[in-house]
């Protein structure tokens, strides 16, 4: 027992008492404060099944419940689907076949759920939730507008809202402000902390991606992403045994889990060596500001245009450029000129800062086998392959922000940046044959 939770977890779990909402939070907060405390779950629902072969319905609903918590999904919607049809029955096999991706079943068991009594408002956040995730960002957002009163000052609808408008590709400091304001809310709302963490790590800010990953962490039942993306930011510190034991908790839950599986052996096996990093680290943060996309900022339309015509994409771009370049471009004056100075300035980076950068132009690719809409792919940013987050770290590293970029590179050349092995190279090469494209050399 957790000290100042009076909460035995394995009689709740074994027990004939009372079991709802209250109890499950109950439960979630004793593995928030206690991750051990998984094991003891992990055992009582163990002896529960094998002590009750005939359950009744309402013991099929609390071992249901926890097997869901235990992260073993296809279990619980077996079992919930034998209990006694009740409305946190319904929610749960509907949160199961959510977290399997099944999201018809999910959406038909959070309706059955409202119509047994569930919570509306939890129910129709959680089928906001689904819609998102099974790319109907419209609906989602349609629904959210249908929502009012007190809910709306909730931290999940909060956060329900930002994730909606980044799925959608709206202002990214709207998406910020609906995180912030969901964590004021509530501080350990998982999904805003990850939220949080995510945008934070696609700018750079490395120190505030940590802090809000470490606090995800802290939640139960933790988000998978959160702990492969902390894990990776871990690794990059040089703290590999810490980086392990998130891969690990991903394994407690799913134990089939291929990148966890592999990341884990990676930083097993880095966890006896020395790196000195401090150069490192800090030609990364040079190189994720470099690859903030223009379209970031709020620029003119004019300034805008001249940038897109020129084929100016990145903050990286335009620090291989000079003034001269900039001014001779069509429509493109001094105007436009302090305007992009102010903006890079606010980064610390100047005009032709890095110019000398240029080298060598890089391989040309042999477009003539290409379809119009392939060879228009090339000059895509390289976030429309939805790299995980350990390749996309690479592609920074590596001052890659195109798919035509990507392509000029060999899986040899990829493979010798820091973190990126083979697992990821294999991820690349999947992406890339989804679009019938290929690395050099492949």
Do not use: W
């Amino acid at each position: 027992m957790v000290q100042g939770l009076d909460f035995d977890l394995k009689h709740v779990v074994l027990s004939n008492t009372t079991f709802g909402p209250e109890e499950i939070r109950q439960i979630i907060r004793l593995l928030s404060k206690d991750y051990a405390s998984f094991a003891v779950l992990r055992d009582s629902v163990a002896e529960l099944e094998a002590s009750q072969p005939e359950r009744s319905p309402a013991t099929n609903v609390r071992l249901g419940v926890c097997l869901y918590i235990l992260g073993r999904n296809n279990r619980a919607i077996e079992i919930l689907s034998n209990a006694d049809g009740g409305a946190l029955a319904h929610y749960y096999r509907g949160k199961a076949n959510y977290a399997l991706n099944k999201f018809d079943k999910a959406i038909e068991g959070y309706q059955a759920a409202q119509t047994a009594g569930y919570n509306r408002d939890e129910c129709q956040l959680a089928i906001v939730e689904t819609h998102r995730a099974s790319g109907s960002n419209d609906v989602a957002m349609k629904q959210l507008d249908d929502l009012f009163g007190p809910v709306e000052q909730t931290a999940d609808y909060l956060y329900q809202r930002g994730a909606t408008v980044a799925a959608l590709g709206g202002n990214p400091a709207e998406v910020v402000a609906l995180y912030e304001r969901a964590v004021e809310s509530d501080s350990t709302h998982a999904g805003a902390l990850f939220g949080l963490a995510l945008e934070n790590d696609r700018r750079g800010n490395d120190e505030e991606a940590l802090g809000y990953y470490q606090k995800a962490a802290a939640c139960f039942p933790t988000h998978v992403g959160t702990l492969l993306n902390l894990g990776i930011l871990l690794e990059d510190r040089g703290e590999f045994d810490k980086a392990a034991h998130c891969y690990s908790r991903i394994l407690d839950a799913y134990p089939n889990e291929p990148r966890a599986r592999m990341y884990l052996k990676d930083a097993q096996a880095s966890s006896d060596m020395f790196y000195d990093e401090e150069a490192q680290k800090k030609r990364d943060r040079i190189a994720q500001v470099l690859s903030i996309p223009v379209t970031d900022f709020e620029l003119s339309v004019r300034s805008r245009n001249c940038l897109q015509k020129m084929g100016i994409q990145t903050l990286g771009d335009l620090t291989r450029c000079s003034e001269q370049e900039l001014l001779s471009s069509k429509n493109f004056g001094e105007t436009s000129l302090i305007e992009i100075r102010e903006m890079l300035h606010s980064k610390g980076l100047e005009l032709g800062q890095f110019s000398s950068d240029k080298g060598t132009p890089e391989p040309t690719i042999e477009v003539a086998g290409l379809s119009p809409d392939e060879q228009a792919l090339l000059d895509r940013p390289i976030s429309e392959l939805n790299l995980s987050v350990r390749a996309r770290k690479c592609m920074v590293r590596l001052g890659i922000s195109t798919i035509g970029e990507l392509v000029r590179r060999t899986g040899d050349e990829l493979l010798e940046c820091k973190n990126f092995g083979v697992t990821s190279l294999n991820e690349v090469r999947e992406k890339l044959t989804a679009s019938n494209l290929r690395l050099r050399g492949d």
